[in-house]
């Protein structure tokens, strides 16, 4: 997800709500009460859905570092790993 282009898409839509609210309640208060509501809704829905994203590949970064270890642990059984070099 671009973030500039999300902020847009959210403003945007926070504009048509505020628009429509008015149009339908013809109350200033009760629109900005209900279009601040949204806008929080809105933010929160875009933070849970990054930190899903963020999750899901931390999920599969670790799958692929697990499958790594565990090919390299066929390659090298347990006693036949050579001994890690010893300073100078």
Avoid: D
């Amino acid at each position: 997800m671009y973030s500039p282009r999300v902020f847009v898409g959210i403003c945007l839509g926070m504009i048509a709500f505020a628009i429509f609210t008015y149009y339908q309640t013809g109350a200033l208060s009760t629109t900005l009460l209900r279009t601040i509501v949204a806008g929080i809704l809105l933010q929160s829905a875009y933070f849970v859905t990054v930190v899903y994203l963020v999750m899901r590949r931390v999920r599969a970064r670790s799958a692929v570092i697990r499958k790594r270890r565990a090919e390299e642990a066929e390659l090298h059984p347990e006693g036949t790993q050579s001994a890690p070099p010893e300073p100078f």
